[in-house]
């Protein structure tokens, strides 16, 4: 293929290419070509040549070399040369580069180049691409456009000023004069260039604010204008006119008039005027609209206006147009703190957006729903919820999970429905609950003394249905354990008898420990309430003592250790065994994440055996802890690092001794480094569950 | 609520005397992209805005329904890669789409705005804080642009043409923000300058040429 082909056939080649080898080789072939010439500095097909460059570059191949073509052209004196070398540049060149700085003179020089269309070139490449000093340097040449020039050149010098303060916001002030006189201007472009450029002002500078207020009535004005006006061609949009303009006048309104009454009392008849006559039928007037609301909502506005809008965002919730539902929801759930009572009106039509075929307006109703849950509909909405739970896409089920969480523990009227919806939540998504889940329910199973008979039956039922839900399994071993003697009983008054031997129990529990689908983690709660289940049953201590003893050579090492441990006290400690196996296990909650695991022994002993696990969600090193009240003796932690994303646990062993088990108070200490950074935890601990203690 | 982020942002929620204050964060690299939920989860604590400080459109891509990318614009600084990345993420995500959904994502702290048209996607990252339905409007306008130009514009017109479809977007818009508002204007603009590349480009007379003139 010759090289001088043109871009179209060049184009074409490609395209024809049947394997992606094929079109690799053409392109190869093609580069080759451009590099040559450009480096013969041709100055005929120079422009083409750029051109195939940039269409290879979006098919997705290296074109780096192309870089200095791009400089070069653009300080051409040819328009054509110069229009494609600039596209280059905002193609190939970022800021980051170092070759972007050498295009700041030829963008200089063209910044007051005779040509406005030269000119135009300019500044879209500053606007688009211009790293902090290009900005700099130009910015005294932007402000003089600003002032002097015809508005097809002040509307983009507008668009240049509102780049450069972004980038450098102190040069905010060297605009501001001129953008306040820009609002006079009445070419439609200019006024769009100057409105956002105030509005970035003043979202800088609290200063520009102040001045800029001034403006309001200005700005009503203009919006009256564009709104009372007849048709005009120039700017209508699906009979609005120019809404592009409408919706920039009212968000920098809305930036003016929060919190300030005067500014907001300006405003108010025409947000009123705007609210209630724009056509809404299209998207246009919808956009209009809602930016209306929103900016309603966002001032001080009289409650009358405020009704207005929560009932045009009520409308916009039933419209058949999905994109409107969801803007909807989205503005609701900005206001749903503010003004809830008028939210909770439309909690039914938000419901039924859960069941919406689309992902965008489930996730929004999910966050809306959680937000609109109170004491007074906790039941009905957390039946929608927990419906919502089974069907939701993956992506969401985490984020349900949590909220269904949170708004069960605030609003709970009952702890025997706590404890049903947390293991309804279980069941459904337990894959996707947080970690601390786990713990969180054991605590709140422990405190709930009167429910134990309940609870336990019916975590036993659950794991011998299905013991893939790790946390459902972690959490019903672990209750089994605890309360494995109201189990055998057989009796609990809320549900249906079931008669459970002690080698049911320890089957499903072995079963567990043996599954492929169990996490070490669930093994060793598994382990452990094998262990405890030999203080509380009589017929089976033998059983227990052969599987405990099988695992003492297990590969998983916690598992072993565990194993080894509780051997021990089979052998050399039987006498001790009934006294240290009644654990209670004690949960505490640090924040950033950490957890402690307080695992307490011993009812009447003099030395109390107190492990202490942590497991961490951060890389954290431990430093020491230390423990108040009490005669202690601290042996070496099993690690000082504990991996991130509760990979592991450290495990540190402390005795104590005192004399006054009942007023037993602990304070703990946790000083830690995570990502670098020192952090300090503090928990205090002022009473033990009863049955640790006798 | 998730904590994804810098020691700093755990201290920042420790710290209560900041509670109901606005917070400005500044974030000079772009960082803030692949920082998710940190503006979310603040917002939620703070009860004034979060801003970081972006442009309000990232970026416009248009690719077909095979996922080929036909053109795209970055209005913020990203390495080759980076963008790379994105694009894919974004074109996957947007071709996953069933047909009536609705026209908005929403990807780490942007949203996505896209319609098709035809074969093209056209698809815009805005900032959280935007008026998606203008956004819409915005796609709408620039697909009226081409239409017009190219005279019942279709995808071949744009990948045969590509610069041109890059010249009237730039015509549109400036920055990441909207120019010119008059469909008029920016179409008659876009003739002048073809114009003038048109007599740029024109051959020299023979006297030229050689030089004689």
Do not use: W
């Given at each position: 293929?010759?090289?001088?082909?043109?871009?179209?056939?060049?184009?074409?080649?490609?395209?024809?290419?049947?394997?992606?080898?094929?079109?690799?080789?053409?392109?190869?072939?093609?580069?080759?070509?451009?590099?040559?010439?450009?480096?013969?500095?041709?100055?005929?097909?120079?422009?083409?040549?750029?051109?195939?460059?940039?269409?290879v570059h979006m098919l997705g191949y290296p074109a780096h070399f192309g870089q200095m073509e791009c400089v070069r052209l653009i300080a051409s004196s040819k328009y054509s040369e110069k229009r494609i070398g600039y596209l280059g540049a905002m193609m190939l060149l970022d800021e980051k580069q170092d070759a972007s700085l050498l295009i700041t003179n030829s963008i200089k020089n063209d910044l007051s180049h005779s040509s406005q269309h030269v000119q135009s070139l300019a500044l879209c490449t500053l606007a688009c691409m211009g790293s902090a000093e290009m900005c700099r340097d130009l910015a005294p040449e932007i402000e003089r456009l600003l002032k002097a020039s015809n508005s097809y050149i002040k509307k983009k010098?507008?668009?240049?000023?509102?780049?450069?303060?972004?980038?450098?916001?102190e040069l905010g002030e060297m605009f501001t004069p001129s953008a306040h006189s820009l609002l006079s201007e009445k070419n439609h472009g200019v006024l769009h260039g100057a409105v956002i450029l105030i509005t970035e002002l003043c979202e800088r500078n609290p200063d520009n604010l102040k001045q800029f207020r001034k403006s309001v009535p200005e700005l009503v004005q203009i919006m009256k204008n564009l709104v009372t006006s007849g048709y005009s061609p120039e700017h209508n949009v699906a009979g609005i006119s120019d809404p592009f303009l409408q919706v920039r006048i009212l968000r920098l309104l809305r930036i003016l008039g929060r919190n300030n009454d005067a500014a907001s009392d300006a405003m108010n008849d025409l947000l009123a005027q705007v609210a209630t006559n724009t056509d809404s039928s299209k998207t246009a007037g919808s956009a209009v609209l809602y930016e209306t609301v929103l900016t309603i909502m966002d001032i001080r506005s009289e409650s009358g206006l405020r009704v207005l809008a929560v009932n045009i965002l009520g409308r916009f919730l039933l419209n058949n147009d999905r994109n409107i539902r969801y803007i909807s929801m989205t503005s609701l759930q900005k206001i749903v703190q503010t003004d809830h009572t008028a939210v909770q009106r439309h909690r039914g039509t938000i419901v039924d957006c859960l069941k919406d075929q689309d992902a965008s307006v489930k996730r929004r109703a999910l966050e809306l729903s959680l937000a609109l849950v109170s004491a007074a509909n906790i039941r009905s909405m957390m039946k929608e919820l927990l419906l919502f739970l089974s069907t939701c896409p993956p992506e969401l089920r985490s984020h349900a999970a949590s909220g269904i969480f949170n708004a069960a523990e605030r609003y709970a009227p009952s702890q025997r429905w706590h404890i049903d919806t947390i293991l309804h939540v279980l069941v459904t998504a337990g894959g996707d609950v947080r970690d601390e889940t786990v713990p969180n329910l054991i605590q709140l199973i422990t405190a709930a003394s009167e429910l134990h008979c309940y609870t336990v039956h019916k975590l036993y039922r659950a794991l011998i249905s299905d013991i893939v839900q790790q946390s459902l399994v972690q959490v019903a071993c672990w209750c089994i354990g605890?309360?494995?003697?109201?189990?055998?009983?057989?009796?609990?008054?809320?549900?249906?008898?079931?008669?459970?031997?002690?080698?049911d129990v320890l089957d499903a529990l072995e079963t567990v420990l043996q599954s492929?689908?169990?996490?070490?983690?669930?093994?060793?709660?598994?382990?452990?309430?094998?262990?405890k289940l030999s203080t509380r049953i009589t017929n089976n201590v033998d059983r227990i003592r052969s599987v405990v003893s099988i695992y003492g050579s297990c590969i998983d090492v916690e598992l072993q250790q565990r194993a080894v441990e509780y051997n021990a006290l089979f052998k050399k400690y039987d006498h001790m065994r009934y006294f240290t196996m009644s654990y209670c296990t004690v949960i505490l909650e640090f924040g950033c994440r950490s957890r402690l695991s307080?695992?307490?022994g011993g009812r009447g002993l003099k030395a109390e055996h107190v492990s202490i696990i942590f497991d961490c969600k951060d890389n954290v090193y431990l430093y020491w802890f230390l423990l108040q009240s009490v005669q202690l003796q601290m042996k070496a932690p099993s690690g000082d690092l504990i991996p991130a994303q509760g990979c592991g646990t450290v495990t540190q062993t402390v005795l104590l001794s005192y004399t006054n088990k009942a007023n037993l108070k602990m304070r703990v200490r946790l000083s830690y480094s995570s990502q670098g950074t020192a952090c300090q935890d503090m928990v205090q601990i002022d009473s033990f569950p009863s049955p640790a203690w006798s | 609520m998730e904590w994804v982020g810098s020691p700093k942002i755990n201290q920042l929620w420790w710290d209560s005397s900041l509670w109901g204050r606005e917070l400005k964060l500044n974030t000079c690299e772009r960082s803030h992209l692949y920082c998710a939920r940190?503006?979310?989860?603040?917002?939620?604590?703070?009860?004034?805005?979060?801003?970081?400080?972006?442009?309000?459109?990232?970026?416009?891509?248009?690719?077909?329904?095979?996922?080929?990318?036909r053109l795209q614009k970055w209005y913020v600084a990203l390495s080759d890669t980076q963008k790379k990345k994105i694009s894919r993420e974004v074109i996957q995500m947007v071709l996953a789409r069933k047909p009536k959904m609705c026209s908005f994502l929403e990807w780490r702290d942007l949203k996505i705005v896209y319609k098709r048209y035809a074969s093209l996607y056209f698809c815009c990252a805005v900032e959280d804080q935007e008026n998606e339905l203008i956004t819409l409007e915005i796609i709408h306008r620039y697909v009226e642009l081409l239409d017009k130009y190219f005279g019942s514009v279709c995808e071949l017109d744009i990948i045969f043409n590509f610069e041109k479809a890059y010249y009237i977007l730039d015509e549109f818009i400036l920055g990441g923000e909207a120019q010119e508002t008059s469909k008029k204007i920016v179409l008659k603009a876009i003739e002048q300058a073809d114009m003038l590349q048109e007599e740029a480009e024109a051959p020299r007379s023979v006297l030229e040429e050689i030089g004689l003139t």
């Open positions: 293929m010759s090289p001088s082909v043109c871009l179209q056939e060049m184009i074409r080649v490609i395209r024809g290419a049947r394997t992606q080898g094929e079109e690799r080789g053409v392109i190869q072939r093609e580069c080759a070509a451009i590099r040559a010439q450009f480096r013969q500095a041709d100055s005929g097909g120079r422009s083409h040549n750029l051109a195939k460059l940039l269409y010098a507008a668009l240049c000023a509102v780049h450069i303060v972004r980038k450098i916001p605890e309360y494995g003697d109201l189990l055998l009983k057989g009796e609990c008054e809320e549900i249906t008898p079931m008669q459970v031997t002690e080698d492929h689908m169990s996490t070490p983690t669930s093994r060793g709660f598994a382990l452990t309430a094998i262990m307080l695992v307490l | 940190v503006k979310i989860s603040l917002t939620a604590v703070y009860s004034g805005t979060v801003r970081t400080y972006q442009d309000n459109m990232q970026f416009m891509l248009l690719f077909s329904r095979q996922g080929k990318l």
